[in-house]
């Protein structure tokens, strides 16, 4: 795969993902996306981004995405190694997903000043579904062009 395919496979599976997360968290919380947004600055600002309006917002918007990309390199670099996550994306994606929910929920969200969540089936799903497997997807794609 040639650099320029990885780098689209990592802002591409990065965009899609943080896009569909947040739609996620909208959902599931019944939240606005501003919201949703303040939620991830808290994780720098605690309570106090809930009160910094859009410019938290701003922020918490430009950390999910970083976040996000982040994600969508660390499978594009496993993928360079494991072949099977490029193969077999569905499978792998899945299971990136639910890695990277239980990664956010038990290692990232418990050292940031952002407050935990309680465990959430649909959180847990929707992590497989809207966020491994459109990067798996978007990895795999550029590595079959």
């Given at each position: 795969m040639t650099r320029a395919h990885g780098v689209e496979?990592?802002?591409l599976g990065g965009l899609a993902a943080g896009v569909l997360d947040?739609?996620?968290a909208m959902a599931v919380y019944r939240i606005g996306a501003t919201v949703v947004y303040q939620a991830v600055a808290s994780?720098?600002?605690g309570k106090a981004a809930f009160r910094g309006g859009l410019a938290t917002a701003a922020l918490g918007l430009l950390l999910h995405f970083l976040i996000a990309a982040t994600a969508a390199a660390v499978y594009?670099?496993?993928s360079l190694k494991?072949?099977?996550l490029v193969r077999q994306p569905v499978p792998c994606g899945l299971v990136f997903?639910?890695?990277?929910y239980f990664f956010m929920h038990h290692v990232v969200v418990p050292l940031s000043a952002a407050r935990n969540t309680p465990f959430s089936w649909a959180e847990l799903i929707g992590h497989a579904l809207l966020v491994g497997l459109p990067i798996a997807l978007a990895v795999s794609r550029a590595a079959h062009r």
């Open positions: 496979a990592v802002l947040t739609f996620l994780g720098l600002l594009f670099g496993a494991l072949e099977t997903g639910l890695a990277v």
